[in-house]
């Protein structure tokens, strides 16, 4: 079943805004997207694993519109990232964002919040896109692309001093200490 379906990629758990970078990563030499058809999962069985892999499986439906929407705000995103001077990329984040807004309620528990959008097919793309701005509110600094030149992964970077390099020491950081241990084994 598709809900059912195992996530693929090789970085997951990171903030929604830079786990929805994350559904593109490179996989042997090629750029590889979750929701692409990754794994012979179909466009929509790659949007239910992503739901289900940040919790939203139960509020947001995997369908064509919501995949359509997590696409503007994955390159909204992506284009954010990677420039935070770009105001156009800034405008492209604030257009997502203008389909929805959180609405001040009272609970039992005291203030609360609840998300509110104008089409509920929005509710990923802007719920990622709001992540970015709490990402860049708290910590803008520890929002890194891997080290690794031939990785395109993101991560927050929750490290004690903040000097974390790599999206996976296992991965990316052990093939840059061989690629390094390597050179030197030549140099002798």
Known sequence: MATEATDPRPLTGEPIA???????????????????????????????????????????????????????????LARAVADPAD???????????????????????GPGERAEFDDPSWGPAWTAARNYLELLGSSPDRIHKCASETCVLHFHDTSRNGTRRWCSMAVCGNRAKASRHYARTRER
């Open 87 to 109: 105001d156009s990329a800034r405008a492209l984040v604030d257009a997502v964002l203008e389909h929805g807004r959180i609405r001040a309620t009272l609970t039992a528990e």
């Open 18 to 76: 830079l786990d929805l970078l994350n559904t593109r990563w490179m996989r042997e030499g090629e750029l590889t997207d979750l929701f692409a058809g990754a794994f012979g999962l179909t466009r929509m069985e790659g949007l239910a694993v992503w739901l289900r892999s940040v919790g939203l499986e139960r509020r947001f439906r995997a369908d064509a519109p919501t995949l359509i929407h997590l696409l503007t705000a994955r390159e909204a």
